[in-house]
């Protein structure tokens, strides 16, 4: 059965940082493409950050330079390193695994996806 659990989520305060993370089971996690989303009340969800099985990374332009995304295969765990928190990055944040993904931050690529973790950047 694939799972996969997000946690890392809560309140902060702008320009503060937060470590999402992400554990995987039930897949071969190395041989897959991971992608986190995110998805604020009113919008559709938008891909912010992914990292290919061979580690190459693509950022979404609004988080490029803040946040960093990175995994560890040996934990089936995925990151996402997130700086220089802004209000506008209040959102439920998602991880997404997808075996033969081409637009890396395109949602419809992802095969599996988590539940969620809320992240609320207060002012």
């Known amino acids: 059965q694939v799972q996969l659990v997000e946690s890392g989520g809560g309140s902060v305060e702008v320009g503060g940082s937060r470590r999402l993370s992400c554990t995987a089971s039930?897949?071969?996690?190395?041989?897959?493409?991971m992608g986190w989303f995110r998805q604020a009340p009113g919008q559709e969800r938008e891909g912010v950050a992914a990292?290919?099985?061979?580690?190459?990374?693509t950022y979404a332009d609004s988080v490029n330079g803040r946040f960093t995304i990175s995994k560890d295969n040996t934990k089936n765990t995925l990151y996402l390193q997130m700086n220089s928190l802004k209000p506008e990055d209040s959102a439920m944040y998602y991880c997404a695994a997808g075996l033969y993904v081409a637009d890396r931050l395109r949602q419809i690529e992802y095969n599996y996806w988590g539940q969620g973790t809320q992240v609320t950047v207060s002012p």
């Open positions: 039930g897949f071969t996690y190395s041989r897959y493409s």
């Open positions: 990292i290919d099985s061979d580690g190459s990374t």
